[in-house]
């Protein structure tokens, strides 16, 4: 008699949302993409009662476990799959892609908690489920009057976006004197990669075009040629080189280069068809009083 299958975990996934990369990625590095059922949503998608029934914040990413459970928040779905599948039995030790992407000692952990916490708490969250409090990323691109893209709850002040892009200023910059990059590029920790790379590169790719395009930033992530085989060279003159030549390294490697290029797309792409972020621009452009 055959013994009925196990379901798979279902990954609600969205093809440019920062949080959602994070948990895409890690399942890209650690090869257990194929052993999660992954359901790419839309915005209407997000928007829909059925979505809402299994998150009701209705953002991105959530997960329903193997035995029904409604999980959200992008850490707590990455704990979860480290813990599901560390307990599977099937990590191959030998294989160096499959690791849990956590350092050796109780200081190290703690120092990478740290920056994930960091990014989780003053730029991916807006602490608030209540209508016009948003996230600190939200800045790049929430527009100041309802648009498809940004229903009434989520549109954002002036006063408030400038405050939001200095406060991810000030997040950039403590990022880039405590990370532990090495010269010529490394990952955040130094040279093994852990949950803080596959957390702020995601959110590094928003910033790559959305900070230039959006309040005129010099270019603050240069990336590689489109042949990432190719040495890297790091301008060193950038306003943050450490994180520079950490992206750079970042996108040396496939999976990364991949979670970049889908990113890319939806952000280029929909900017160029549909005007996606001029409401922010001219927001931008119009408040000269405040500095961007």
Known sequence: MNQPTTPKPKFYDMLHSNNAARIRLWLRLTHNTEKVQTIMLTHSGIESPHYKSINPLQKVPALVTENGLHLFE????????????????????????????ILDTPSDRAYINLIIRCHDLYIASPNSTQPNFSHTQGCMYLDPNPTKYTPKR????????????????????WLEANCRVEKGGSYLAGEKMTCADITWFP???FME???????????????PNDDTTK????????????????FQYCCTNQHF??????????LIDDHAANGRFQGVIEDVQSHSEYKW
């Open 209 to 223: 075009i959305l900070l230039p395009k959006v309040f005129g930033w010099t270019p603050i992530f240069f990336p």
């Open 257 to 266: 280069a991949l979670t970049r290029n889908e990113i890319r797309s939806v």
């Open 74 to 101: 992008s850490s707590v779905i990455l704990q979860y799959l480290q813990d599901y599948f560390s307990s599977s039995g099937e990590e191959d030790d030998d294989d160096d892609d499959k690791r849990n992407l």
């Open 231 to 246: 040495e890297i060279k790091v301008n060193t003159t950038a306003a943050f080189p450490k994180l520079t030549a950490w």
């Open 154 to 173: 989520r549109t954002m002040t002036t006063s408030v976006r400038a405050a939001k892009l200095k406060e991810l200023y000030q997040q950039l910059c």
């Open 203 to 205: 959110t590094a790719c």
